[in-house]
């Protein structure tokens, strides 16, 4: 069983670095341990990230090591999200710019703030599968989304989105332009099969679309502290997708 936690959020408020696709290859491991995939159709890539924190502040690098001391003793993963994908290039379910034009006027769908750089509209930042899907499947029907957006691409491709429970999801690319009906309904053609089927009902994700990761990578996947003579230090992170999963029926 791997327990998984989430990776401290101040880190992604001072970090650059790669998050990309990388050959997936399950035998690769490190002293972290994290169980790698050995179930689940043998998709192409994994995604996976190199993330530069800094500069830390003392008690911000002594949470750090903490951090990724406690994950170093069993089978631990964490969550994290691309910085540069926060948002879709699409309109998402009823979210936009914060000098969006108000679309609704009714007080259900009177704007409020929920991040610093956008405004929620109307409807909200998940929609919902629609129709099971099987392991393998690389097209999924999603239903939720805000009929005003019928006509509208609310995923462009090449966003991402993540598919699951919260602090469970997979993180997917769509492939094709992704437009709402009429019913708020839309089909998300993606890259990568699914790891484990899709239920009616399960949560997808446009905000911040998340993945689970753990430190194994073909390199070992790594976590570095440097810490400087004054009261700053950088930290480097490198790790790689471990995709939830089911086993082989």
């Known amino acids: 069983m791997i327990t998984t936690v989430q990776l401290p959020q101040y880190i992604f408020g001072k970090q650059d670095g790669p998050?990309?696709?990388?050959?997936?290859r399950p035998r690769a491991?490190?002293?972290f341990r994290p169980s790698t995939p050995k179930f689940g159709p043998s998709?192409?890539?994994?995604?996976?990230?190199?993330?530069?924190s800094g500069p830390l502040i003392r008690e911000e690098?002594?949470?750090?090591?903490?951090?990724f001391a406690q994950i170093g003793h069993g089978d631990w993963c964490?969550?994290?999200y691309d910085t540069l994908r926060v948002l879709p290039l699409g309109r998402g379910n009823g979210f936009a710019a914060a000098n969006a034009e108000v679309l609704f006027t009714d007080a259900g769908g009177a704007p409020h703030s929920f991040a610093s750089n956008l405004r929620l509209i109307s409807g909200g930042t998940t929609v919902l599968v629609?129709?099971?899907a099987p392991r393998k499947a690389t097209s999924l029907?999603?239903?939720?989304i805000d009929p005003a957006l019928s006509g509208q691409k609310v995923l462009k491709r090449g966003d991402h989105f993540s598919l699951g429970l919260p602090g469970e999801m997979n993180l997917h690319m769509a492939t094709a332009d992704v437009v709402c009906d009429a019913g708020g309904d839309a089909?998300?053609?993606?890259?990568?099969?699914?790891?484990?089927r899709a239920l009616a009902n399960d949560l997808v994700e446009f905000f911040k679309p998340s993945a689970r990761f753990g430190l194994y990578s073909e390199s070992g996947g790594t976590v570095e502290l440097v810490r400087s003579a004054g009261q700053l230090a950088r930290g480097t992170l490198r790790a790689s997708e471990v995709p939830f999963q089911e086993p082989q029926e």
Do not use: D, Q, Y
Not at 187 to 196: D, M, Q, S, V
């Open 29 to 31: 491991v490190s002293g």
């Open 61 to 67: 690098a002594i949470e750090m090591e903490a951090f």
């Open 187 to 196: 089909r998300i053609e993606f890259l990568a099969p699914l790891w484990k």
């Open 130 to 132: 629609k129709t099971a």
């Open 19 to 24: 998050f990309t696709l990388m050959p997936h």
């Open 78 to 80: 964490f969550t994290a």
């Open 141 to 144: 029907l999603v239903k939720g």
């Open 43 to 52: 998709r192409e890539s994994v995604w996976t990230f190199t993330l530069n």
